[in-house]
């Protein structure tokens, strides 16, 4: 996995490749892809690197970095918009997808598979986007909406799923049951990681509390502590301890310090670092949803795979975006709203809840799996090299003066 990742950092330099604007995580999924079709015996490898617990942790560290890098400042104007995606815009894209895949017989499943499919795919996976905001310079009210909505649709979709696989599974918790859990996951997130958050930004900066690479590391190591104690979302108890915690801000004590040549360069060396520390996480994940990918999946399937995705990218999104446009239409401009309508990005997420389904023997699941995992294929490999054109197109890219 380090040769693949180190591969998947050195072909983006390369000119050629540069024309397609592909980003890594396109090229790590490919490659992850790839390797599993060539060589036979990767399973065994792809079954530890897609662990449960594993992905959680390296997804939640990119949620976690997702959040850090929000401001209250931009959270307060667009707040509206991001709420109405995150929560009524979830509810259409859902009925929409599951009806459409209902009405057009795709698969011929059941209406409540159907559905299931819909929820599972409603929420935009917010690694994928963090990842990509990376490497493309949006402004920040744009870039701050998609990771915002991407953070808080996932729960929104995770508490419709898991009553929908109640439902489907009815010898197990109860519907009523299950949604409390869902919802005690959910509130004990926000109310947890918001008390967390608020403490860590009263502690004093000291000595290597001043590096971000700490600050990052010990914040999010609680954040995950607490979530596992807690039994809450650990996605959400991410994000929200990283847009309250700010583990990336610089202090102004840290201004004070770092004058001399030494501290200048200790701090250089602080956010290389943590730089390499992303690109770590962020080549696991992808590499590993690559190597799941499943291969043996019949033709018929794998059209109906595609036929999902298209309708996910091209009718439930855009109609959802759109909905929430037209009832916040004073704070949500024209061209963020296309541009969100063209965000459709699905990841770990949704493959942890596919993966969840498989282990429960829910009927239909190895299709569902495949659903998702051709999903992330199309969306990543498809769809994140139109952003760039996309975003210069509509005049969202930060330019230069804005920095001055």
Not at 42 to 62: D, E, G, P
Not at 151 to 176: C, E, Q
Not at 252 to 257: G, P, W, Y
Request: glycine letters at 4%.
């Amino acid at each position: 996995m380090a040769v693949l990742s180190l591969f998947a950092y050195l072909v983006p330099q390369l000119p050629w490749v540069r024309r397609f604007s592909l980003p890594d995580v396109a090229i790590l999924l490919l490659l992850g892809v790839v390797t599993n079709a060539i060589n036979p015996h990767i399973h065994t490898l792809a079954l530890f690197a897609t662990h449960r617990s594993w992905l959680t942790i390296a997804a939640s560290l990119l949620i976690f970095y997702g959040g850090a890098e929000l401001t209250k400042e931009t959270m307060r104007a667009i707040w509206k918009p991001v709420i109405g995606l995150a929560t009524f815009g979830v509810g259409i894209s859902i009925v929409i997808l599951g009806l459409l895949l209902a009405l057009l017989s795709v698969a011929h499943l059941p209406l409540i598979t159907d559905l299931l499919i819909g929820a599972i795919l409603a929420g935009t996976d917010p690694t994928v986007l963090i990842s990509l905001l990376d490497v493309i310079a949006l402004r920040d009210r744009m870039k701050e909406m998609l990771i915002a909505e991407s953070a808080l649709n996932d729960p929104v979709s995770a508490l419709v799923a898991t009553s929908l696989i109640t439902l489907l599974k009815p010898a197990g918790t109860s519907l009523r049951m299950q949604i409390l859990i869902t919802v005690w996951e959910i509130l004990s997130a926000i109310g947890a990681g918001a008390l967390l958050g608020i403490v860590i930004t009263r502690l004093p900066q000291r000595s290597l509390w001043r590096y971000r690479t700490v600050r990052m590391v010990s914040v999010f190591t609680l954040a995950s502590i607490l979530s596992f104690f807690l039994q809450s979302s650990p996605f959400l108890m991410a994000f929200i301890t990283g847009f309250l915690a700010h583990p990336l801000q610089d202090t102004h004590s840290d201004s004070k310090i770092i004058q001399s040549e030494i501290a200048l360069r200790f701090r250089l060396y602080d956010h290389k670092a943590f730089d390499i520390l992303l690109f770590v996480v962020r080549s696991y994940l992808f590499l590993a949803l690559g190597l799941s990918f499943p291969l043996h999946a019949s033709m018929q399937d794998v059209a109906f795979a595609l036929i999902t995705a298209i309708l996910l990218i091209t009718v439930a999104r855009p109609l959802s975006v759109f909905s929430v446009k037209g009832v916040f239409h004073r704070v949500f401009p024209l061209r963020e709203a296309v541009f969100c309508a063209c965000n459709r990005q699905t990841g770990v997420i949704p493959a942890l809840f596919a993966n969840e389904l498989l282990h429960m023997h829910v009927a239909h699941a190895a299709y569902i799996d495949l659903v998702i995992t051709f999903t992330i294929l199309v969306t990543s490999v498809l769809l994140l090299p139109i952003f760039q054109p996309l975003a210069h197109a509509l005049n969202l890219i930060e330019k230069k003066d804005d920095f001055v």
